[in-house]
């Protein structure tokens, strides 16, 4: 249980163009599903945490313009990276929160998409 | 905001050798402790947790602890195996309205040799 995807798991494109990335619970919903960015060999870097039915909140220096998140349903967040240029080229991960009762949250991942923007 | 330290960055340990990696945070409200493998191009998978009002938890090789006075908690792999090489993250969390926001430490490069 408690699998996330993501879709595309690459993607490249010409810069100036748009890429959405989907992430979905497949087998649990989540009230809260969280955006990554990371580069090669460091951490993970929290971009925004989204609710269903609400704005997501973004941190601080992340563009809500340049990063649109939505989260339509318990199921399914999608980021669209728009007007991308090669310095957005990165790993990007979601994750997915489950509630358990007596247990908290627990945060799952999706594999993760690889931008290349040429 | 939370900072979370983990040491060391890269581990290498013979097979069937033990592993030990740390992390200390600064959040005395973080109440919840999840440990992370991540494998070259993959996403991080959750390998166990813990939350603050237990001091240890164990999933057979695996194994946590967490001091709540000193701010810190560790990792034990125990009779390492050469796929037990990925790089592990800590994290700690901050409860917040939206959800459980997690710190995440600079991970660790174990490295298990044959």
């Known amino acids: 249980g408690a699998v996330v995807s993501q879709h595309p798991s690459w993607v490249i494109c010409k810069s100036g163009t748009s890429v959405k990335i989907e992430c979905r619970s497949l087998d649990f919903q989540a009230t809260t599903m969280f955006w990554y960015r990371q580069f090669p060999k460091q951490s993970l870097m929290l971009m925004a945490t989204?609710?269903?039915?609400?704005?997501?909140?973004?941190e601080q220096g992340v563009e809500k313009d340049k990063f649109l998140i939505n989260h339509a349903s318990l199921t399914l967040s999608t980021l669209t990276v728009t007007s991308a240029h090669p310095e957005d080229s990165s790993f990007y991960i979601c994750?997915?929160?489950?509630?358990?009762?007596?247990?908290?949250?627990?945060?799952?991942f999706g594999p993760g998409t690889r931008l290349l923007v040429l | 905001g939370e900072n979370v330290e983990q040491h060391p960055s890269t581990l290498s340990v013979q097979e069937g050798d033990s592993a030990v990696i740390k992390c200390t945070y600064s959040?005395?409200?973080?109440?919840?402790f999840p440990w992370y493998k991540q494998e070259l191009g993959k996403g991080p998978q959750l390998i166990i947790d813990i939350r603050s009002n237990v001091g240890e938890k164990k999933d057979q090789r695996i194994a946590v602890t967490l001091n709540k006075t000193a701010k810190h908690f560790s990792l034990h792999i125990t009779e390492t195996q050469p796929e037990d090489s990925a790089v592990y993250f800590c994290a700690a969390s901050e409860l917040t309205g939206g959800g459980n926001k997690l710190t995440f430490g600079t991970g660790t490069q174990l490295k298990v040799e044959l």
């Open positions: 994750s997915a929160g489950e509630k358990r009762i007596k247990q908290g949250e627990t945060q799952y």
């Open positions: 959040d005395s409200a973080s109440n919840y």
């Open positions: 989204s609710n269903e039915g609400s704005k997501a909140t973004y």
